[in-house]
């Protein structure tokens, strides 16, 4: 496993906070008066989603070291935790459904990562799994998660903050991207602190990590709950916000792989690495998917194209992992680099 | 591993996590009575380590005062890294005690050694690759850390004081050893021997009593030990730590212990002043006399 190496030097002139100032200017100030609906609802709205999962994933694998198959299932978790908070308590604000959902799956996240204090790489990553399959199980089996609805299908409420409502297209992005903005703020503050330092303490060393007096299991427990809380409401968003009306099936192993590909492909160990693989992921199947029926439409059905771009997307993987097995965050970095010391030579 | 199926043997406990068994047992066998022998910071009695049909250690006793500089040589394979690990709780003894200022302990809790003042650096680099040069001392600090991680996130509560305090005791450290200019480098880019010595920086910036080492200067050059050396000698001088050097290199060993231990097969063959140890019929026999090239060849 491979980790990006570059966030701890500093490697710009410019300060630290300057370029997410800038972003998250572009993202309230311009996107929302030129962006469309497709925009939104095909590529911002999963995007978001999927970067804050791979955030919170991040900070369990990237940084601590400890591997997971399990995260559709802390997806699935905020999403049904959220909607029966919403349902259930009278007059319990939306955020206030949201963060008790990420609590939920906080504490859900700590149960099913106990087995951590006994297991490590391999041995850890299969009994995630069980997470992954009983939350689906009993969110299947019990009727209840989804008030009696069939097959546990919930719909998302309407999501409205002090009287605003958010439920255009504009109105759900804006709402993601600010718990994005702000989670991934405090997911960076925590990586830099103390317990970020004992995340990767323990992921790089564990005896050693023991030796000096880092609180190993501790240290562990706050990785999952933590992981999760971000994962529950990165669910809450992928439901709420992206899908509107999800069911249990849609949490599955598939999604689990495609949260661990994101911070594997974005880089390990690198908040904005999510963001980056998010990206990839969600951008190159739809580029694929209008390339593939552009030039083949005519001649296969929809499975074999489907199929295809799979295949094609499993292969790009493989060949970036090969090129760049410090995932994107460090091609990026070394892009910029190259193109800084360019300019101040000229 | 054995040393470990041997724990669950014993106790019932089996499905514990190793530490919080650890913990459990704590086997604190006496309390705080004083050493017959006056003050000690290190004690070993009697204590055998095995590995499957290797005997590596062979009920060794020694005795460490505070304040000394205690050299353990011998030959690869002579028990002198599983001495350490013994006295870190990285391995658990079959039988003896190890005591560590005025507790007494079958296993030692490694979890709790910090606490106890002591502190180590390992023969195989065991930095944190990922960190920063800076970091990994910082890392030193984090049991004094008591500010819980939402204080850290939101820089609440002790954890700005506590930071500051961390990266200042850090940066005094990294200066100590000359390390500031490479602080922000990623340990694990950093050449051998600045790697060892970030290693030293990391366990004296928890200002431990007693601090174990375990072949600082093997594959060093020459100038580096020297500078390696002057740094050990520092640290016992100026913040009287007690220290345990495992070293192959005899010129280095002669020049700076009070004290010389001896082992060969697991067992301490001789004890005593550096002039004693060189004088000893069976420590020429063993090592010093025939195998030369042990002097430093140091297995890694
Ligand atoms: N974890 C282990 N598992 C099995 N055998 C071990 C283990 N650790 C040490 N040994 C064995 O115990 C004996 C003593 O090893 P130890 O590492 O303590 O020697 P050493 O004196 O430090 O040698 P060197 O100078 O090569 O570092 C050796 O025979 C070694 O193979
Ligand atoms: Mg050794």
Known sequence: M??????????????????????????????????????????LLPFLALSLAGVGLNILTGYAGQVSLGSAAFLAVGAFAAYNFNLRIDGLPILGSIFLSGVVAA????????????????????????????????????????????????????????????????????????????????????????????????????????????????????????????????????????????????FNL????????????????????????AALLVVTPLILSRVGSFLLGDFFDSGVLDMSQRIVLGGLIILFLILEPDGLVSFWDRIRKRTTTRLLRQ | MNSINRISGVHTATYLPVDIAAEQQNARVYGNEPHPAGKIALGLESVSLSFGGVVALENIDLSVRPGEIRAIIGPNGAGKSSLINVISGVYRPDR????????????????????????????????????????????????????????????????????????????????FLNLTDVGNRLAGTLPYGLQKRVELARALVAEPALLLLDEPMAGLAEPEKVEMTKFIRAANREYGTTIVLIEHDIGVVMELSHYIAVFDYGRKIADGTPEEVRADQKVIDAYLGVAAENIDGGGI
Do not use: C
Not at chain 1, 14 to 42: C, D, K, N
Not at chain 1, 265 to 272: D, V
């Open chain 1, 2 to 43: 491979t980790i990006a190496t570059l966030e701890a030097i500093p490697t710009s002139y410019t300060p630290r906070w300057l370029t997410p100032v800038l972003l998250l200017g572009i993202a309230y100030l311009i996107i929302p008066l030129v962006g469309t609906s497709y925009l939104f609802e095909a590529i």
């Open chain 1, 107 to 250: 504490a859900i996240g700590i149960v099913f990562g106990l087995p951590s204090l006994r297991l490590r790489g391999f041995y850890l990553a299969v009994s995630t799994l069980a997470a992954q399959f009983f939350v689906q199980w009993a969110l299947t089996k019990f009727s209840w998660f989804s008030n009696n609805s069939a097959s546990g299908v919930i719909d998302a409420p309407p999501l409205s903050i002090a009287g605003v409502e958010f439920n255009s297209a504009v109105g759900r992005y804006l709402f993601s991207l600010t718990i994005v903005a702000v989670l991934t703020f405090l997911a960076y503050r925590l990586v830099l602190s103390q317990t970020g330092r004992n995340f990767i303490a323990v992921r790089d060393n564990e005896t050693a990590a023991r030796i000096i007096g880092v609180p190993v299991l501790k240290t562990k427990l706050i990785a999952f709950g933590v992981s999760s809380f971000v994962i529950g409401i990165a669910g809450v968003l992928w439901a709420f916000a992206y899908l509107r009306t999800v069911e249990p099936a849609g």
């Open chain 1, 254 to 277: 598939d999604r689990s792989f495609q949260i661990l590909f994101i911070i594997i492909i974005g880089g390990l160990a690198s908040i904005r690495g999510a963001f980056f693989g």
């Open chain 2, 96 to 175: 003896g005690h190890v005591r560590i200022g005025h507790d007494r302990f079958t296993n030692v809790p490694t979890q709790k050694l910090v606490h106890l003042g002591v502190a180590r650096t390992f023969q195989n680099l065991a930095l944190f690759k990922g960190l920063s040069v800076t970091d990994n001392v910082m890392s030193g600090r984090a049991h004094k850390a008591r500010s819980t991680f939402l204080g850290q996130i939101f820089g609440i509560g002790r954890s700005p004081s506590e930071e500051v305090d961390a990266h200042d005791r850090a940066a005094k450290i990294l200066k």
